[in-house]
């Protein structure tokens, strides 16, 4: 009876492990779903606000050598969108929602094209559009002063 009564408690055990390993497991590919899925949403949306940008600042945009197109509403625009989505990015991945890694796939070209000339130009009229995410502000504030410090 004794072996009865351990051999019942030994599955117990063994069904209350299975069934946190599998939790776990399921937990875990639940979020991976879900990084992929802010993944491909992100990077459509990414794609439609780089079509938007006027035709002269598609350039300038990234490469520092470039002269800048003049200011216009449209490029405005344009960066706004840009910032926009970045901003909601940011927040999800501050908050936890978003993978540090697809973050980090992100971040660079982010960083890069904050740092450019043209997107130091658009800032200072667009910040104020930013005022209730002070995190983002300080975020921007913070990629294009490294940005200076390097090149200088």
Same mark, same amino acid.
């Given at each position: 009876? +004794?072996?009865? /009564?351990?051999?019942? @408690?030994?599955?117990?055990?063994? %069904?209350?492990?299975?069934?946190?390993? $599998?939790?776990? @497991? /399921?937990s875990r590919n639940n979020r991976k779903q879900t990084n992929?899925? $802010?993944?491909?949403?992100? !990077?459509? =949306?990414?794609?439609?606000?780089?079509?938007?940008?006027? $035709?002269? $600042?598609? @350039?300038? =945009?990234?490469?520092?050598? *470039? !002269?800048?197109?003049?200011? &216009?509403?449209?490029?405005?625009? %344009?960066? #706004? =969108?840009?910032? /926009?989505?970045? &901003?909601? +990015?940011?927040? #999800?991945?501050?908050?936890?929602?978003?993978?540090?890694?697809?973050?980090?796939?992100? +971040?660079?070209?982010?960083?890069?094209?904050?740092?450019?000339? #043209?997107?130091? =130009?658009?800032?200072?009229?667009?910040?104020?559009?930013?005022? &209730?995410? *002070? +995190?983002?502000?300080?975020?921007?504030? /913070?990629? *294009?002063?490294?940005?200076?410090?390097?090149?200088?």
């Amino acid at each position: 009876m +004794e072996l009865i /009564n351990i051999l019942g @408690q030994i599955g117990t055990i063994a %069904a209350a492990v299975f069934a946190g390993w $599998a939790l776990w @497991q /399921n937990s875990r590919n639940n979020r991976k779903q879900t990084n992929i899925q $802010a993944f491909l949403a992100y !990077t459509e =949306r990414f794609e439609r606000v780089m079509e938007a940008f006027p $035709a002269e $600042a598609c @350039q300038a =945009r990234f490469d520092l050598e *470039q !002269t800048l197109p003049l200011e &216009s509403e449209d490029l405005t625009g %344009a960066v #706004l =969108r840009y910032l /926009n989505l970045t &901003s909601e +990015e940011f927040y #999800l991945w501050k908050r936890g929602y978003l993978d540090t890694q697809v973050w980090q796939i992100w +971040e660079r070209e982010i960083q890069r094209m904050l740092r450019s000339p #043209l997107f130091r =130009r658009e800032w200072p009229k667009l910040v104020t559009e930013f005022t &209730s995410f *002070q +995190e983002f502000i300080d975020y921007i504030r /913070n990629v *294009q002063r490294r940005g200076r410090d390097a090149a200088a």
